[in-house]
């Protein structure tokens, strides 16, 4: 808008992140008792030939400039396209509980909030948002309540389906957070699996209770002591575990456009900081696999320093313990055609499979 004040902030979200055409700006903006002026001649102007097309690269994608780099280490020439895409309002996605029922069932039962199903999850849901941009009260649904769904990203829940869970193994969710991936790794096992949940903050972990309870879902949940009494509260299952995920603490830039803010609160030194503790986590989740285990590293990031770079800092430190795996998209049809691969592991983002960018990358131990 040719300027840096609020209002012309407020006009360019409209037009660029909302979409809305000058007439639906124009009736906002009226002069009316608590409405802003109306929009000036000057600004009519700009929203009718105004473009980006000149605009540096942190400006036409909105993107702080210090992680350009890296982003177009990944995207190539389709960083704009990518970064714009990241700028869009995310859809409400929701995982069927196939605990409780299928996602057929859930779609009837759902039949009022008009959902359909997630173009690639073949557990999702995609409910359609308000013209205000809200979704329904989720929280507050029957269905919910019983545990007939939980709420994830799409992303997420193909993160789940391509940690490859199987009945009969022990697993490890070794950064559980809220739970939200060992839920979907209790229902795509059929709660046939022996799944332990943990993470280094018992905070993190509160909601998982209440999420087990509604869901049905049988997860061991091991909560550490903090500060004197901390002690490893998985040191009985080294080298025992058949699978372990490690859903990392990252920056989360795959998931800007869920949280606006995040991508100018990011700085530097917070990247430098979840690198050391991708680090750490990965070395911990190495030592609990048994031989021929499996190790599953997901982040929410679009930074090849935090996804192929770390699992090379892995394998490098393991001086050969752990080896490279592919990550077979198969368990979820249509991923292959879509996704975007990397040295290490498969890299989804808004532009191209439509979900947040997550990174999903698959270790064995060799011995
Ligand atoms: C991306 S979040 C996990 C989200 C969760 N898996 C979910 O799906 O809802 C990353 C988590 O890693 C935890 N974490 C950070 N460092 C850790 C470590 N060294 N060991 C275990 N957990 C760690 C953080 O406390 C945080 O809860």
Redesign the pocket.
């Known amino acids: 808008m040719g300027a840096e004040t609020g209002r012309a902030i407020v006009i360019g979200m409209l037009r660029l992140q909302r979409g809305l055409a000058e007439p639906s700006i124009a009736s906002l903006f009226d002069g009316a008792r608590f409405a802003p002026p109306p929009l000036t001649e000057d600004e009519r102007r700009r929203l009718a030939e105004g473009s980006l097309a000149d605009a540096p690269p942190e400006v036409a994608g909105d993107a702080p400039a210090f992680v350009l780099p890296s982003l177009a280490e990944l995207f190539g020439d389709a960083l704009l396209p990518e970064l714009r895409a990241l700028g869009r309002r995310a859809p409400l996605d929701i995982r069927a509980n196939t605990l409780k029922q299928d996602r057929e069932a859930a779609l009837a039962a759902l039949a009022d909030l008009s959902p359909e199903a997630t173009p690639l999850s073949t557990l999702g849901l995609r409910i359609p948002l308000g013209e205000d941009g809200r979704g329904p009260a989720l929280h507050v649904d029957p269905l919910f309540l019983e545990g007939g769904f939980e709420i ?1 990203d799409e992303g ?1 829940q193909i993160a789940s389906l391509l940690a490859g869970a199987r009945p009969g193994e022990t697993i490890v ?10 839920l ?1 790794l209790a229902a795509i096992t059929g709660n046939a699996a022996r799944l332990i949940a ?4 018992p905070r ?1 972990l509160a909601p998982i209770h209440e999420r087990l309870r509604r869901s049905g879902a049988q997860v061991e949940v091991r909560t550490p002591r903090t500060g004197k009494a901390r002690s490893d509260v998985l040191a009985d299952l080294d080298g025992t575990v058949d699978r372990v ?1 490690v ?4 920056t ?1 830039t795959g998931t800007w456009r869920r949280n606006p803010d995040a991508k100018w609160r990011l700085r530097p030194g917070s990247l430098s900081g979840r690198i050391a ?1 991708q680090a ?2 990965l070395d ?1 989740a190495a030592r609990l696999l048994r031989p021929g285990g499996t190790l599953v590293y997901v ?2 990031s679009l930074l090849p320093e935090e996804n192929d770079a770390a699992v090379d800092g892995l394998l490098q430190r393991s001086g050969g313990t752990i080896g490279a795996a592919a990550t077979d998209p198969a368990p979820v049809p249509g991923l292959s055609e879509r996704v975007r691969r990397t040295a290490r592991g498969i890299q989804m983002s808004p532009a191209l499979t439509g979900t947040d960018g997550f990174y999903v990358a698959t270790m064995t131990r060799k011995s």
């Open positions: 994830q997420s969710d070794l950064c559980a957070g809220g739970g939200g991936k060992s979907a943990t993470d280094a903050d993190r995920l859903d990392a603490p990252c989360g503790e750490e986590v911990r982040t929410c």
